[in-house]
């Protein structure tokens, strides 16, 4: 079975600065990977997916993740925080052609001004 | 494109009632949909899933008595809450997946307040 760990359920960055926000997984064949954002009282908006390929995936919004697979790490990336980044993250697992998805237990993002 | 709608998307009810929550994929036919739960400041849990014209296979420890799912159409998908009770107020999301692609469009989820 696979799972995923988020690492920090809260992260505070201030507006301009590097948000990273960290993933890991645990799966026996190769996984797709997903990143969500959920804004409050809404349903999730993938922001980013990796399948197979090119390990650096870039999403949607200026984010961007890159799949290392020596690590088992899926972590999230955006250069400069927007106050309107400030939302739940979810990462996600997929893997075996079935749709169904494993989340991580998410991560809250703060953008202090 | 790939719109999925839930409809209510806020509904109070009694306790002893039965609630129906709808799923539709707007723009594209979804062979499979998912239902999640999610609690306050926590993450989702899959629930059941289901395919068109197909039963719902539920995941463990969810009552398949109490949430009854249809797929009756490529479009649609409803969860019914039956006998709901207090512990069931929650955050009811649907996903939506078409045949050919592993990605899952989320509704807007209805929040469900038993009283």
Redesign the interface.
């Given at each position: 079975a696979q799972s995923v760990t988020q690492l920090g359920s809260h992260v505070s960055v201030s507006e301009g600065a590097l948000v990273l926000l960290r993933c890991n997984y645990s799966s026996s064949v190769p996984p797709?990977l997903f990143w969500?954002v959920q804004y409050p009282?809404?349903?999730?908006?993938?922001l980013l997916?990796y399948?197979t390929g090119a390990t650096l995936v870039k999403g949607i919004n200026g984010f961007e993740a890159e799949f290392k697979k020596s690590e088992t790490s899926f972590h999230l990336t955006k250069p400069s925080a927007h106050m309107s980044d400030a939302a739940e993250y979810?990462c996600a697992v997929?893997v075996g052609?079935n749709?169904?998805?494993?989340?991580?237990?998410?991560t809250?993002l703060t953008i202090i001004p | 494109g790939a719109v999925v709608s839930q409809h209510p998307s806020w509904v109070i009810c009694k306790s002893g009632t039965s609630v129906k929550i709808e799923c539709r994929s707007l723009d594209f036919q979804a062979t499979t949909m998912f239902w999640y739960r999610q609690f306050p400041k926590q993450s989702l849990m899959l629930m059941a899933t289901s395919n068109e014209g197909s039963k719902a296979t539920y995941e463990q420890g969810v009552e398949k008595d109490k949430f009854l799912i249809n797929h009756a159409s490529l479009t649609l998908s409803t969860l019914t809450v039956t006998s709901a009770h207090p512990e069931d107020s929650s955050f009811y999301i649907c996903s939506a997946a078409p045949a050919t692609s592993r990605e899952q469009y989320f509704g807007p989820g209805t929040r469900l307040t038993v009283t």
């Open positions: 797709y969500y009282n809404q349903g999730l908006q993938l997916k399948t979810f997929s052609g749709e169904k998805l494993t989340f991580g237990t998410g809250r | -």
